[in-house]
């Protein structure tokens, strides 16, 4: 498998005929509009951007999301851990119908949403204004009062630390006909009643200001407190009572969660339309625009532009283009679930090779041999069955479920190879139950055949190196560098056999051979003091390399030795009370924990040992991502 060819597009159609293209390319899905750099400057004369409504388009999807986290809070509709595609139409996911019901639910949700945030905070006005009449609930005077021809009457507080006793003995001891009631206290402040003559309000307020009292007025009310807490609570009752009813209303649109689903995916597409359409040029009489796309899908592209009378060409890309064209990765049921690591590492340019055929394998087998186990691989592969039939995943999560089942199946197979069903389970439950002995079959076993493994482990890490270096050797050769090719890569391979057979007793002779390769090799393709320094150059960073790659495969022997161990110390401690029960919930426990620990840490380390070692040999990474106009969905699948 390859990287998908891509043809440079130049488009000139009828500005009538917008509405349509865009349509058009949104259904096939295979042309990315690129943005017009450097080309305003060349059609300023003529044309000028287009205006879309792409503002309009987010607007509805925060309003459709909106919408769904409301029916997920109020009608308790949840999505479970991973979403369950529907499959639908493209003639009724594009319906206008259906987009024009969705709207109405969206827009009655988001109106009930906005009276409960109105309600709401009501409903915390009301509070605040209980909370400041509470204190005064004892005072059956109407707060509106202010007094009678002759006396004043004033609602005051002062701080919690405040001697009220003190302040009345000052206010006895002054000549101001006043008097100063406590009408409650909390820990904040003392609620106070003050009564004076008028004549004697200035004189009163001198007393009273050193200890920090504040008059206290209720603009707009009338009657007393008790009787303005009576009202308040009728009108809590009421808020209370709209919000629920509120509340009641959107539960009641709960059914509609799959039609709002649809919405959302609805907008995101006319998100990704008016995205595209901004990329347009446009004068009011016609339009124009650049981009790519697929090869393969030229006559696809061909038939809507010419059904649409557009004047368009399509060419391949030139040298200077190349780090422009977008990456789309050609795979195959195998290969596919490897774009999670891929696209986790970097896309590879353009003009560079696919990695995920030259992968797969050596992934796939790694990550077996590092889990190794039957009862693991087993979990794998139904959790990623399961899973990718029941919920039809996309994107990464549809990788992650492939992925999942290619291990699942090496793991078991490896498993079946080392005799390792969840460690040794099986031994230790035909030994609580009938004190008997019994193994699995194996070929050899992590604990016994260490060395074995380790020696193993690096051979395949050799294999993969060189299996790197033959790739980086065909494209070097294709791009004419074949001296870099012969040097770099032949040389050590030379080097390699020679080291073999040396071990082996058979001969040095290759070995010297390959030894004076390396020697020559920078003499022929340096220049002046280069050479000289090129060899030792040329030696120290391939031997380090080189043998420092195979003996980091190690980890391949590392991870299949802890998993097997630590299943077994698991299994070992859930026998120790001989009692069946104990055992099987010590050793799930155990193994549960082992097989999460496992999953991730292989990943990482297969992940590893495939992008600085295997990678590092040929790959160039730094492709861009090919992003068509196409209908991007997260809630339902498109069915042609």
């Not at 044309?47 to 509805?60: F, H, N, T, Y």
């Not at 006043?178 to 609620?191: G, I, M, P």
């Not at 303005?228 to 919000?243: G, S, T, V």
């Not at 050596?362 to 139904?382: N, R």
Request: hydrophobic content about 45%; overall charge negative.
């Amino acid at each position: 498998m390859a990287i998908v060819k891509m043809k440079k597009l130049r488009v000139i159609a009828m500005a009538g005929r917008r509405g349509e293209l865009l349509e058009g390319l949104l259904r096939l899905g295979c042309v990315e509009i690129s943005e017009p750099e450097g080309k305003e400057q060349e059609w300023s004369a003529l044309l000028r951007r287009g205006q879309s409504r792409l503002l309009s388009a987010k607007e509805d999807i925060t309003q459709a999301g909106t919408a769904l986290a409301a029916l997920k809070k109020y009608a308790q509709t949840k999505d479970g851990l991973f979403i369950q595609r529907r499959p639908i139409s493209e003639d009724e996911f594009l319906s206008g119908e259906t987009v024009e019901k969705a709207r109405a639910v969206s827009r009655e949700v988001g109106g009930q949403l906005q009276a409960m945030a109105r309600l709401q905070n009501e409903e915390s006005r009301l509070l605040a204004r209980q909370s400041s009449l509470l204190p005064w609930r004892s005072l059956d005077m109407p707060l509106e009062l202010e007094g009678t021809e002759n006396a004043l009457f004033r609602l005051g507080v002062m701080p919690g630390g405040a001697d009220v006793g003190a302040v009345k003995t000052e206010l006895a001891a002054s000549d101001a006909a006043a008097e100063l009631y406590e009408l409650s206290a909390d820990k904040q402040q003392n609620y106070c009643l003050l009564v004076c003559h008028r004549a004697d309000e200035s004189a009163v307020m001198e007393v009273l200001r050193p200890h920090a009292f504040s008059v206290v007025s209720f603009q707009g009310l009338t009657g007393t407190a008790a009787e303005n807490l009576q009202a308040l609570d009728r009108q809590l009752a009421e808020n209370r009572k709209a919000q629920s009813q509120a509340a009641e209303a959107i539960a009641a649109k709960g059914g509609e969660k799959e039609l709002l689903q649809l919405y959302t995916d609805r907008l995101r597409a006319e998100e990704a339309r008016e995205v595209n359409a901004e990329r347009l040029l446009t004068d009011g009489t016609i339009l124009f625009f650049e981009g790519w796309a697929p090869a393969e899908r030229m006559g696809d592209v061909q038939s809507l532009l010419e059904n649409l009378g557009c004047a368009w060409e399509a060419s391949d890309p030139t040298e200077e283009e190349i780090p422009e064209v977008p990456v789309q990765l050609k795979n195959n049921w195998l290969t596919k679930p490897l774009n999670m690591v891929t696209e986790m590492y970097s896309l590879p340019a353009y003009n560079n090779v696919d990695p995920n055929p030259l992968m797969a394998p050596f992934f796939i087998l790694f990550y077996g041999i590092m889990m190794a186990d039957m009862g693991y691989g087993l979990l794998m592969f139904l959790a990623g069955t399961i899973i990718s039939r029941k919920y039809r995943p996309k994107g990464t999560m549809g990788h992650m479920m492939g992925l999942l089942q290619l291990c699942g199946v090496s793991t078991f197979i490896m498993g079946a190879v080392t005799g390792g069903f969840f460690g040794d389970f099986l031994t230790q439950v035909v030994k609580i139950t009938t004190g008997g002995d019994f193994a699995l079959p194996a070929l050899f076993t992590p604990l016994n055949d260490t060395l074995m493994i380790l020696v193993g482990a690096m051979a395949l890490g050799l294999v993969q190196i060189i299996t790197g270096m033959a790739i980086s050797f065909i494209r070097k050769v294709k791009a004419g560098a074949v001296l870099d090719a012969f040097f770099e890569e032949v040389t050590w391979w030379i080097v390699f056999a020679g080291i073999g057979l040396m071990a082996v007793g058979v001969t040095n002779v290759v070995l010297y051979a390959g030894l004076a390769l390396i020697v020559i090799g920078p003499l022929v393709t340096g220049q002046g003091f280069g050479k000289i320094m090129g060899i030792f150059g040329s030696l120290y960073n391939h031997v380090t390399g080189y043998f420092g790659d195979i003996l980091s495969y190690a980890r391949l022997m590392a991870l299949m030795l802890a998993g097997s161990v630590i299943a077994q110390v698991f299994n070992t401690l859930g026998a120790i009370p001989n009692n069946i029960v104990i055992f099987l919930v010590i050793s799930l426990a155990g193994n549960a924990l082992n097989f999460a620990l496992n999953l991730l840490g292989c990943y990482v380390h297969d992940l590893r040992l495939q992008c600085l070692e295997y990678f590092g040999k040929f790959y160039e990474d730094g492709g861009r991502p090919f992003r068509p106009l196409a209908m991007e969905t997260k809630y339902v699948d498109i069915t042609k």
